[in-house]
C-alpha cells in the first residue's frame, strides 16, 4: 500500500507540548510515524493491524529501525475495526535511525494476506516526527 507523506499537517498542538516532546524524542533516539487511513467509502468499517515485522530502512546503511510501540492499532495477529470514508489515525514508534540518515523507508513485512503498509523515499526531518497519509 503506497502513501502521501504530509509535511504541513495544519495540526495545532500547544507550543510547550511541542517543547516536552521535542526533547523526549531526541533523548530516547526515537522515530514517530502519525499515520492517518482512510478506508474505502464503500465499505461500513475496515479492518487493520501492524506486523511486529514491520521496520524504518535507512537509505545510506544496512540499519533498520524496529518498530517497538504502536498507538491506536493492533498488532498481528489480531485487527482493529476502524470506520470507512473518515481518517483513522494511529501511531508508530521505531527505534533511532543513525545521525547519518537523511532518506528512509517505511517497511510492514506480512504475509500478504491482507496487503502491506509500505511508504518509501521520506526525507528525514530534525524531529523524526513524520505524518503520512495511507
Not at 507523506?5 to 500547544?14: A, K, L, M, Q, R
Not at 498488532?75 to 547519518?100: E, I, R
Request: glycine letters at 6%.
Amino acid at each position: 500500500m503506497g502513501g502521501i507523506i504530509i509535511t504541513n499537517p495544519g495540526v495545532e498542538i500547544d507550543e510547550e507540548i511541542k517543547k516536552d516532546l521535542l526533547t523526549q524524542t531526541e533523548e530516547v533516539g526515537q522515530v514517530i510515524l502519525h499515520i492517518i487511513y482512510k478506508a474505502p467509502a464503500q465499505f461500513i468499517f475496515a479492518l487493520i493491524r501492524i506486523w511486529p515485522t514491520t521496520y524504518l530502512y535507512d537509505h545510506h546503511s544496512d540499519h533498520r529501525s524496529e518498530l517497538v510501540h504502536a498507538e491506536n492499532i493492533t498488532y498481528y495477529p489480531d485487527w482493529h475495526q476502524c470506520n470507512a470514508g473518515v481518517d483513522n489515525y494511529f501511531t508508530l514508534v521505531f527505534s533511532g535511525l543513525p545521525s547519518t540518515c537523511t532518506m528512509f523507508d517505511f517497511i510492514e513485512h506480512c504475509d500478504g494476506s491482507s496487503g502491506a503498509f509500505e511508504v518509501h523515499n521520506i526525507p528525514r526531518n530534525d524531529t523524526d516526527v513524520y505524518y503520512i497519509r495511507l
